[in-house]
């Protein structure tokens, strides 16, 4: 988002003014007195609601894609629950939903283990930390901190793209041939690392392993952005110890995620390659 | 790598349906390193983002400024450091040294300490407070509870020792879907309830709010708190099927119950779905700051638009959690309210 009127503006925090006339994407914060901010941007739909960089609405778009991805989640664990009370029993659902992975509507062994695991995979990962952390993270930081959005608009959109992309890998290994990944959310090998190890361990696991490359990429960007924000974009009076116990929260927990994704991504590709 | 390029990091000695495969070297024990050095940051990854809604979400509806501030931030910090540390208390059964086992059982149970002192100051924040218990608020206590009783949980399985017998069982199950599954999805539930005037102008339904809390927390602990018996009866996770096994038929009635509660606990995130949705075209017009609350999210215009204030952006005088401050004519002071002349910004 550019700030076209002001040609210098004051880092909040800091005495050191800089010059923003050719900075297009990094909002600096100004308290001048005559300041006016030209945020009023003529948005089409697709700049509103799907390429957007406003951090309120890429919050809502984090949102509605992890609530979608809470109900495949939750329903798949209702699914491996009705076959636990009642183990081989037939039931019509499974006959809808597995098709010919529930045979006569019992549930074969092999997609129960594939809905554990996409289950634990969808909960963990893309309805408790993409759907919770990056909705109320982008919603809160700036809007809690005194920013106009994050230190990097495009980056932040770019990051949810990369989740949604991710979500839809997920979602797509459930169609596959043989089956999506089953060897359970820890992925251990060999049931990861050799395809021939059970149906889910061939295209169903490169799935998930790619999936899983797009989201630690997206995570990523998006803790590197909470990050900038939180310590670059504070409003003037907004020290640490004024700061909301969420933006604490958050910061820490981009933190962690940042030196941590390294390892995920280092583990995929040491098993997929 | 180990796919597609025959490199043999985490195989080795592997036979398949008689055939040798050519793997050697590789320690799957090296993965499970790898996967937990992140897995348990993970835990937390979840968990933190949820009890930072907490902190906001119940120190705004007890009216009460939150109990301990620094140490709040403290235990943030510390939890974030130890969580680090703790990697291996999920690979105790895999052949490890007792003694390092040890080690990550002090490591493990240190957790206890910043944890403890969340739950206390959520507790003490509560306590005498003039609480407004709307959904977000019950669901914030509801992450309270469940953080708790989880967590309790946490401090067995972390014992090196006691672990042996449940490792794997259901009682880990129960444990980890109570301490990180509900309280995170209640934070989640929280926040939602909490921000949703914020995030579109509306305000949800508050008597389908009480549904969906009362039947949800009701329904979680009828999956969760039985499934711990379960696993102490030893019935191991993820098997398809426990009928081939005589020793396990006694739990096969509880394993109905949890189904049937599981059942329910669906039936209630319906009604959330339905409330969340319709609210956006149909639920009341929210004004400005519904809550009362003092963070500077209240102080921006409902409109969408770029740049979240018109003008200058608010300066801060405050700490947010000014609520009921002696002195003050109203029980919340937002943080762009200047001090008042003789006014002492507390110290927190």
């Known amino acids: 988002m550019a700030q076209k009127n002001n040609r210098r503006a004051k880092i909040v925090g800091t005495d050191i003014e800089v010059d923003i006339t050719e900075k297009k994407d990094v909002i600096i914060e100004s308290h001048d007195e005559d300041h006016e901010h030209d945020h009023h941007h003529k948005e089409t739909f697709i700049t509103k609601y799907i390429f957007s960089i406003d951090h309120k609405m890429i919050s809502k778009q984090y949102l509605i894609t992890g609530l979608i991805m809470g109900i495949v989640g939750i329903a798949m664990s209702l699914l491996f629950r009705l076959q636990l009370a009642w183990p081989e029993e037939s039931f019509g659902v499974f006959d809808v939903l597995l098709g010919k992975w529930a045979t006569d509507g019992v549930m074969d062994p092999n997609v129960y283990l594939a809905l554990v695991t996409i289950h634990g995979t969808i909960m963990v990962f893309f309805v408790l930390t993409a759907g919770l952390s990056g909705t109320f993270s982008n919603l809160l930081i700036p809007l809690q901190i005194g920013a106009r959005d994050m230190a990097s608009g495009f980056l932040n959109m770019i990051s949810y793209w990369l989740f949604f992309i991710s979500s839809a890998i997920m979602i797509a290994s459930l169609f596959v041939e043989a089956g999506p990944a089953a060897a359970g959310w820890t992925i251990y090998p060999p049931l990861s690392a050799l395809p ?32 900038v924000t939180v310590l670059n974009l504070r409003t003037e009076g907004m020290t640490m110890t004024r700061l909301p116990l969420t933006v604490w ?25 | 790598m180990d796919r597609s390029f025959g490199t043999s990091f985490f195989l080795s000695d592997i036979f398949i349906q008689g055939e040798v495969l050519h793997y050697q070297g590789g320690s799957p024990v090296l993965f499970e390193h790898l996967f937990w050095f992140l897995g348990h940051p993970e835990v937390y990854i979840v968990l933190l983002p949820a009890l930072g809604i907490a902190s906001e979400v119940i120190s705004t509806n007890a009216r009460k400024p939150i109990f301990g501030y620094r140490a709040m931030v403290g ?20 052949g490890m040294n007792p003694f390092l086992g040890s080690v990550f059982t002090f490591t493990t149970l240190l957790i206890a300490i910043p944890s403890a002192v969340k739950a206390f100051n959520y507790i003490t924040t509560i306590w005498k407070g003039n609480i407004q218990f709307n959904p977000g608020m019950l669901f914030a206590i509801g992450l309270v509870s469940t953080f708790i009783t989880g967590g309790l949980t946490g401090i067995i399985l972390g014992d090196s020792a ?86 396990f ?45 003092n963070t500077l999210e209240w102080t921006a215009p409902i409109k969408h638009m770029h740049g979240n204030w018109p003008g200058k952006i608010p300066h801060v005088f405050r700490w947010p959690y000014d609520y009921s401050k002696p002195g003050s004519k109203d029980d919340f002071i937002p943080q762009n309210v200047p001090l008042k002349k003789g006014e002492k910004e507390l110290q927190h």
């Open chain 2, 162 to 247: 006691l672990d042996i017998n449940l490792h794997d069982t259901y009682f880990v199950v129960a444990h980890f879907h109570l301490v990180m599954g509900i309280s995170a999805l209640y934070g989640l539930f929280a926040g939602v309830y909490h921000w949703y005037p914020r995030m579109f102008g509306r305000m949800m339904n508050k008597n389908l709010g009480y549904i969906h809390f009362w039947i949800t927390a009701i329904s979680a602990y009828g999956v969760f708190f039985p499934m711990h018996f379960v696993g102490m009866a030893g019935l191991p996770r993820r098997y398809y099927t426990n009928t081939n096994f005589p020793y």
């Open chain 2, 75 to 94: 235990s943030i910090l510390a939890i974030a450091f130890l969580s680090t540390i703790v990697w291996g208390h999920h690979m105790f059964i895999t």
């Open chain 1, 196 to 227: 021939q190890a059970q149906p889910g361990s061939a295209a169903g696991m490169t799935l998930w392993l790619v999936s899983m490359a797009f989201f630690i990429a997206s995570s990523l960007l998006a803790a590197l952005n909470y990050i």
């Open chain 2, 249 to 293: 038929d006694d739990v096969a009635n509880i394993n109905v119950v949890i189904t049937l509660f599981a059942l329910l606990a669906g039936a209630a995130q319906l009604v959330f779905l339905y409330n969340f949705i319709s609210s956006m075209f149909y639920g009341k017009k929210s004004i400005m700051n519904p809550w009362r609350s």
């Open chain 1, 249 to 273: 929260a958050f910061l820490v927990t981009a933190i962690i995620g940042v030196v941590f994704s390294s390892i995920i991504i280092c583990r995929s590709i040491t098993n997929y390659g």
